[in-house]
């Protein structure tokens, strides 16, 4: 699916949009270059699933956790990340075993290592705000797919 996201408020409307339909355990990875907008994703997602607080990218923590009333919700940001192997410190093994929502930023520094993707979002900059491919990868990210197109 291909979305056009004129600026940064689109950006976060379609994150609340897509966020109401994610189901409790989904792996998602958010794929662009800086500034394009993952961390804005994110909080739309966040906001769908009751989080009222500030949501700052966790580049420096690697992970934030959101221990919401819908779901239980894991926020990586790999940019900072120098070996694949540090997400074993983090207890990834241990997260993907949770009903839990991973929601990844950077994921291709975090290969063979991370849980394969349900989702990605793939974002890149256009002349006008943003361009956003959405894929698919498994069952799961495709029934999401087909809720949102449903949903409009």
Same mark, same amino acid.
Request: net charge negative.
């Given at each position: @699916?291909? !979305? =056009? ?12 949009? !897509? ?8 792996? %998602?990875?958010? /794929?662009? #270059? ?7 994703? %994110? ?13 700052? *990218?966790?580049?420096?923590?690697? @992970? ?5 009333? &819908?779901? $239980?919700?894991?926020?990586? #940001?790999?940019? $900072? ?6 997400? =074993? ?6 997260? *993907?075993? /949770?009903?839990?929502?991973?929601? %990844? /930023?950077?994921?291709? $520094? ?9 989702? !990605?979002?793939?974002? $890149?900059?256009? &002349? ?6 959405? #894929? &698919? @990868? ?6 999401? %797919? ?7």
């Amino acid at each position: @699916m291909e !979305i =056009e996201l004129p600026d940064p408020d689109a950006q976060l409307a379609f994150g609340e949009r !897509i966020g109401r339909l994610l189901p409790r355990r989904l792996v %998602v990875y958010l /794929e662009g #270059d800086l500034g394009t907008g993952k961390t804005t994703l %994110v909080r739309g997602v966040l906001r769908a699933l009751g989080h009222h607080g500030a949501v700052r *990218s966790p580049t420096y923590t690697l @992970m934030e956790p959101y221990d919401l009333p &819908a779901a $239980r919700v894991y926020h990586l #940001d790999l940019y $900072r990340l120098s070996d694949p192997e540090e997400l =074993e410190y983090l207890g990834l093994r241990d997260l *993907s075993d /949770e009903d839990a929502l991973l929601l %990844v /930023e950077w994921p291709e $520094r975090g290969a063979g290592t991370l849980p394969p993707p349900d989702l !990605i979002f793939r974002i $890149r900059y256009q &002349a006008k705000g943003r361009h956003l491919t959405l #894929d &698919a @990868m498994t069952p799961e990210g495709y029934a999401v %797919v087909r809720s949102f197109t449903a949903v409009g």
